[in-house]
């Protein structure tokens, strides 16, 4: 969608779109994530949160319970013991969602790779969509990352996705065209 | 509060546990750094109590008890204050590597029943009469015992293939495990 003065856009108060192309835009304008840290990028996620990196203003807001969360931020390290705990979560989390692995850790053991209990990387349980690298991420770059997801969000056609889907007789609102 | 310890506090304590505890001590180490004894293991419940109720040496609290791999044997480490006395005690065990097993002092120190704890989750010590050892850190269902020498990473756990998806040439070892 073009940005525009909306009273020039809209005239007559009538707004021309398709349903796939509101639906993606009331989803990335509200990407509420899991209240969800694990160790000190859980901090910088907190920073995110506050007053100066405002991740509000992007329609984010953190939700204490998988079941109203769009986006599992893994903020941390990822210990053998807390995985099935992480798997568990993001199951739990309705369709569509998305997963940020924040920092080193989760994105790939980091500083503790030698660990006896560390994961070696939180893809090796739940799927990723962004990567973010840092020790621990600034809150940019995590503004970053939501950016990113809404960008992805916004060429997402669901609606076409799920009625695919049911056709081919696969598992509805299957994340496809990653 | 004086928490450095002192070779002298030592040799005291060791006198007293000599009329108290006939045979408790096995050795006594008076260097500057790491004064301690060496407690008879099956002792140490004798000399934990009399260190504790006696009255010139009130040793009433246990601020860190671990474990210890030497190689061909395993230690216990106990440290306790005397906050009255204001003055630290440090004491070891010595428990065969093949059969870890030592009486629990977590009725004389409530503080010692989570160390205990984690000391049979790191190191595999059986403490006889504790109430309830399972692990404290660790899964329930984790196998082998981290802090030993001798011990080998796990590559997967529950399922979980936890090798590593990049290595450094030079750092290329067996993942067969």
């Avoid at chain 1, 090796?124 to 991420?137: E, F, L, N, T």
Wanted: charged share 30%; proline share 7%; aromatic share 10%.
């Amino acid at each position: 969608m073009k940005e525009m003065n909306i009273y020039q856009s809209v005239p007559e108060g009538v707004l021309v779109t398709n349903v796939d192309k509101l639906l993606s835009w009331g989803r990335l304008s509200s990407l509420w994530y899991l209240l969800f840290g694990l160790a000190c990028c859980a901090i910088e996620l907190m920073q995110t949160g506050g007053p100066r990196g405002d991740l509000d203003r992007f329609g984010a807001v953190p939700r204490a319970t998988p079941r109203q969360a769009d986006l599992l931020i893994v903020a941390g390290t990822v210990t053998l013991k807390m995985a099935e705990r992480v798997r568990r979560l993001y199951e739990q989390m309705p369709e569509p969602k998305y997963v940020i692995s924040m920092g080193s850790c989760s994105n790939c053991g980091g500083l503790f790779d030698y660990g006896y209990s560390v994961l070696r990387g939180v893809d090796k349980v739940i799927p990723v969509d962004i990567y973010v690298p840092g020790c621990p991420p600034r809150p940019e770059a995590l503004t970053e990352a939501i950016l990113e997801i809404q960008k992805r969000i916004r060429r997402e056609k669901y609606l076409a996705k799920e009625e695919e889907a049911a056709v081919e007789g696969g598992p509805s609102g299957e994340k496809a065209d990653r | 509060m004086k928490y450095k310890p002192d070779p002298t506090e030592v040799e005291e304590v060791q006198r007293w546990l000599f009329s108290g505890v006939p045979g408790g001590i096995v050795e006594m180490h008076r260097e500057p750094y790491s004064p301690h004894l060496v407690i008879h293991a099956e002792k140490i419940r004798e000399v934990c109590l009399f260190l504790r109720d006696k009255p010139e040496l009130r040793f009433d609290y246990l601020t860190h008890q671990s474990g210890l791999d030497l190689g061909e044997k395993l230690a216990v480490v106990y440290r306790v204050l005397s906050l009255g006395r204001k003055r630290t005690l440090a004491m070891r065990v010595y428990v065969p590597r093949e059969k870890p097993v030592i009486d629990t002092v977590s009725d004389i120190w409530p503080s010692a029943g989570w160390f205990e704890r984690e000391a049979f989750d790191m190191f595999g010590f059986h403490f006889t009469g504790h109430p309830d050892l399972r692990r404290l850190l660790l899964p329930e269902d984790w196998e082998g015992f981290p802090l030993r020498k001798d011990y080998v990473d796990p590559m997967r756990y529950g399922g979980i293939d936890n090798r590593r998806t990049y290595w450094p040439e030079e750092e290329k070892v067996d993942e067969t495990t």
